[in-house]
């Protein structure tokens, strides 16, 4: 997965958006090493010290379990995961409804198409 940073959010943040998308998608698994800061850093072309700070981030927000002996794994409660999962998959539908009523779709006609656009090769 490539990293897509941009100029207009704090790159922290977008990278912490990234790895959390890393995590839902299963990508990094629960109970899964994270590759070290400097890895990480040098991957996506950002100073350490901003990939430890969207590691922290994911750290507060419990998707993520530091160890001293084991380093960063992704935590192992698959409740948590499950609830980002969600909440990310929610945020898209949001997103699509919003586009669609922009365009002057209602809600169902919203839906027609989504399960048209699923049901055509």
Same mark, same amino acid.
């Given at each position: !997965? =490539?990293?897509? %940073?941009?100029?207009?959010?704090?790159?922290? +943040?977008?990278?912490?958006?990234?790895?959390?998308? /890393?995590?839902?998608?299963?990508?990094?698994?629960?109970?899964?090493?994270?590759?070290?800061?400097?890895?990480?850093?040098?991957?996506?072309?950002?100073?350490?010290?901003? !990939? =430890?700070?969207? %590691?922290?981030?994911?750290?507060?927000?419990? +998707?993520?379990?530091?160890?001293?002996?084991?380093? /960063?794994?992704?935590?192992?409660?698959?409740?948590?995961?499950?609830?980002?999962?969600?909440?990310?998959?929610?945020?898209?539908?949001?997103?699509?409804?919003?586009?669609?009523?922009?365009?002057?779709?209602?809600?169902?006609?919203?839906?027609? +198409?989504?399960?048209?656009?699923?049901?055509?090769?």
């Amino acid at each position: !997965m =490539q990293w897509n %940073l941009t100029e207009d959010r704090p790159i922290y +943040l977008q990278l912490a958006e990234q790895l959390t998308q /890393r995590i839902a998608s299963g990508r990094y698994p629960s109970g899964g090493r994270i590759p070290p800061v400097r890895d990480l850093a040098a991957e996506a072309g950002v100073n350490p010290n901003t !990939m =430890q700070r969207a %590691l922290s981030q994911l750290e507060q927000e419990g +998707l993520i379990v530091t160890n001293r002996t084991a380093g /960063r794994t992704v935590t192992e409660d698959t409740s948590i995961i499950s609830a980002v999962r969600e909440r990310l998959a929610q945020t898209h539908i949001d997103q699509y409804f919003f586009q669609m009523t922009t365009l002057g779709y209602g809600t169902q006609e919203a839906i027609d +198409l989504l399960v048209k656009r699923r049901n055509t090769p």
